[in-house]
DNA sequence: TTAAACTTTCAGAAATTTCTGAAACATGTA
DNA sequence: TACATGTTTCAGAAATTTCTGAAAGTTTAA
């Protein structure tokens, strides 16, 4: 399959970019290839679009469906597997949030949790403590907001986001609205 | 310098975490180390007490000096360079998303950008482009809430966070309150 | 100017990650 | 069974990243 300058550009691009969103180069550009084909695409298509190995495809394939970012379909009277991308581009957003948050702040959090339960020994202990305890709360903060964002909608996101600046005025106005409506928000 | 069994548990994670936040192992360590001590360390104090060289203490502390996330302070009397974190937890955390956003995702938001400036040449770079266009404008719209939260307070976020799925149940009530006080939000 | 005390640089060693390609494996068909 | 058409695995090659440590650089003081 050949593909257009401009979208190989951006397939290159993201490939490069997508080590830091937690997968390898030839993962990142198998990813977008994926993202900007209509139709699916089988394994070979791939290795040689993108120059590189018939086995690479087959591991890259493997992470990618365990991000659950794509999926194997099939073409009646075609014994091979061709993949496509799971979901829309907003889909694709959460599921890259949520993966990452699993693998990278979950185990941080767990482990602060365990290293807060004792007392600690001296005052340098207590400082360390002290920071340590912030962090904890400030990623169990992270956790709750996004899995706030999650359950909701792409269209009230939207909302949210274009609201801007409005949200701190919003909040100032908070207690106001739910004393006057008597709706208690619904902490945990 | 010696450090108890928890502190140095959290420094060693936060090194093999850091890696994926965007500086290598030994920086990690370094930054996690300067975090939980209270008082500021010299060049050769990291290196002892992580175990690794002067060199590298040097170039760790250019990269976070880079980042913002450390500064350099002095002892009277003493010649010696003196590294301590900037600021507190929360503008660490915001430190790091400000400094990831530039580095991986302003330039693909003007790729994109360049990329998007022609027209389509074909039914299949048209697909392309429209899943690159609703890339984009994710990006962009994260872009600038990241914006309006960063200018927002850690009150007020937290405020904001605490309230969950209340924010859902407030925006339904938006319309409603900004047209009774006739105050219009302030879009771009 | 020299020396002492410190920091930075950078070539290349070491460690780690990624990728290839051949062999093993799986499945359907004749 | 033998074969055709696929997929997966994994040892080790290749590429990349990180780290060391010695040499060069900087600054202050005498």
Same mark, same amino acid.
């Given at each position: 399959?050949?593909?257009?300058?401009?979208?190989?550009?951006?397939?290159?691009?993201?490939?490069?970019?997508?080590?830091?969103?937690?997968?390898?180069?030839?993962?990142?550009?198998?990813?977008?290839?994926?993202?900007?084909?209509?139709?699916?695409?089988?394994?070979? %298509?791939?290795?040689? *679009? $993108?120059?590189?190995? #018939?086995? =690479?495809?087959?591991?890259?394939? !493997?992470?990618?469906?365990?991000?659950?970012?794509?999926?194997?379909?099939?073409?009646?009277?075609?014994?091979?597997?061709?993949?496509?991308?799971?979901?829309?581009?907003?889909?694709?957003?959460?599921?890259?949030?949520?993966?990452?948050?699993?693998? %990278?702040?979950?185990? *941080? $959090?767990?482990?602060? #949790?365990? =290293?807060?339960?004792?007392?600690? !020994?001296?005052?340098?202990?207590?400082?360390?403590?002290?920071?340590?305890?912030?962090?904890?709360?400030?990623?169990?903060?992270?956790?709750?907001?996004?899995?706030?964002?999650?359950?909701?909608?792409?269209?009230?996101?939207?909302?949210?986001?274009?609201?801007?600046?409005?949200?701190?005025?919003?909040?100032?106005?908070?207690?106001?609205?739910?004393? !006057?409506?008597?709706?208690?928000?619904?902490?945990?």
């Amino acid at each position: 399959m050949e593909i257009s300058p401009r979208v190989q550009s951006f397939v290159f691009h993201f490939g490069e970019m997508g080590s830091r969103w937690g997968f390898n180069r030839t993962v990142g550009q198998m990813y977008a290839l994926l993202v900007v084909t209509e139709r699916p695409l089988s394994a070979t %298509e791939l290795a040689e *679009t $993108l120059n590189i190995s #018939r086995g =690479n495809v087959s591991m890259g394939m !493997k992470e990618l469906q365990s991000w659950r970012l794509v999926q194997v379909s099939h073409i009646p009277g075609d014994r091979k597997e061709y993949y496509r991308v799971t979901g829309s581009i907003w889909d694709m957003a959460n599921t890259i949030f949520e993966e990452r948050k699993k693998r %990278e702040v979950d185990p *941080t $959090l767990s482990l602060l #949790r365990d =290293n807060l339960l004792e007392e600690p !020994k001296d005052k340098e202990e207590a400082f360390a403590f002290e920071k340590m305890q912030e962090i904890h709360d400030l990623l169990e903060m992270l956790t709750q907001w996004s899995g706030e964002l999650q359950r909701l909608s792409p269209e009230k996101l939207s909302t949210l986001m274009k609201l801007g600046a409005g949200v701190s005025k919003m909040l100032s106005m908070k207690d106001q609205l739910f004393t !006057k409506n008597s709706q208690p928000t619904s902490d945990s």
